[in-house]
Structures are given as C-alpha cells and as structure tokens.
C-alpha cells in the first residue's frame, strides 16, 4: 500500500512557525518532532506550498482583546463561535516566522491568513466568515494540480480547516498524520478526524509515502 506521488500532486505545509514549536507562545507538544518528517516527505514533491498564520497584534482571536477571558475560552463572533487563543503569529515577530529547520527551498508559494483584525483564519483556503477566500484555491486550480497532502500544525485546527476546505472545493486530500501535531483542547482532536473522516478526506503515515 505505498502511494506514489506524481509531478502534479501538491505538499501543503501548514503554520510551522516559531509560535506552535516548544517554546512558542501556542506551542503544540510535539511540534519540532514532524519538521524532519516533512522534509523528507518534501523531497518526494515537485509542488510545495506552505501557510502562515499572520494575525495584527490586537487580533479578534486573542483573548488579550477581550476583557475578562482567558486563553481556550470561547467568544460568539459575528461569524459564529471563536477559541480564544494567547497572543501568538503576530505579524513581524520571529514567533510568525516560518522555522528555519524547515528544508523547503522548491516550496512555491506561501499563503499568509489570519491578517484581517475580525476574522480568524485556521483555513488556508478561506477565513472563518466562511465567505473570505485567500486566493488558495484559485491558485492551485489555475495550475491544475494532482492530489494534496496536508501536513504540519496544528491537526485538529489549521490542518483540519485547510483539509476540509480542501475536499469542499474538490480536490483529493490526504493528511499525512504523523506529520502533524495537535493541540487538542475540548475534544477538538477527536471532532477534527470525525469531520474529516466525513468529508472524505484520506488519513495515511509518513512510512506510506516514504516506503
Ligand atoms: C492555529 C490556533 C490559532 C493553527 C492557528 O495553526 O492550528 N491554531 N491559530
Ligand atoms: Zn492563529
């Protein structure tokens, strides 16, 4: 059961920036354990993209902007139910830079969210109004690309929004598992594989692609 990658398929890298490794302001356990797996993964891809989470410092989405709450509370937003989460990704911090561990130097674009004040984006293809797209799927669309295998961090929040997203605009997604991390808070990880699992979106290990 190895799955060849072909020229057309794409490795979609989500958010593995300083903030979501060991040490960061939103560190997902684990995180620095899939950097060496996904530069393998990488090497198997002629088409690599990557996302960034780029939020304003006084971001919607960041309990610091709202008096009384504090981190993985949740708040009711214009566009539905918001996690609030630390101050993290902040535009021109190293905490938004993408790690320097990363091995990518074929990835083609990178796709920044989460820079509108009121909207979060986890998605890297649409931010959470559900209405505001990123250009994403225009771009991989216009250049006609194979299947996507989505890795990186964290698993059941911008890698589940960016894999769903994915399989509702018709394309054919995979997550690589042990390329990602999650952050798992109030059964978020467990909801995310179940959506997931729903919409079709495939679940495979590294070891498959890798042989
Ligand atoms: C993410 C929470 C907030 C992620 C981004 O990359 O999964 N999670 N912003
Ligand atoms: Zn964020």
């Not at 509702?168 to 997931?196: P, Y």
């Not at 495939?202 to 070891?207: F, I, K, P």
């Amino acid at each position: 059961m190895t799955i060849t990658i072909s020229p057309e398929d794409v490795l979609v890298v989500v958010d593995v920036q300083y903030d979501f490794l060991p040490g960061g302001n939103l560190a997902v356990a684990g995180g620095d354990e899939i950097v060496p797996l996904i530069n393998a993964l990488a090497k198997k891809f002629k088409n690599v993209v990557m996302t960034q989470d780029w939020h304003p410092a006084d971001h919607i989405s960041f309990a610091s902007q709202h008096p009384g709450k504090t981190p993985f509370e949740t708040v009711e937003l214009d566009y539905g139910t918001q996690v609030l989460w630390p101050d993290h990704c902040v535009w021109a911090t190293h905490g938004a830079e993408l790690s320097s561990d990363l091995d990518l130097p074929h990835a083609q674009l990178i796709i920044r969210k989460g820079y509108n004040r009121a909207i979060d984006s986890y998605s890297g293809f649409q931010e959470a109004d559900r209405q505001t797209l990123t250009g994403l799927a225009g771009y991989l669309n216009e250049r006609d690309v194979g299947r996507l295998f989505v890795v990186g961090l964290a698993t059941d929040f911008c890698v589940a929004w960016t894999a769903l997203d994915g399989a509702a605009g018709g394309f054919d997604v995979t997550v690589v598992e042990d390329a990602t991390r999650a952050i798992d808070s109030n059964g978020s990880l467990e909801k995310a594989w179940v959506d997931m699992e729903d919409a079709g979106v495939q679940r495979v290990m590294s070891r498959e692609i890798l042989g």
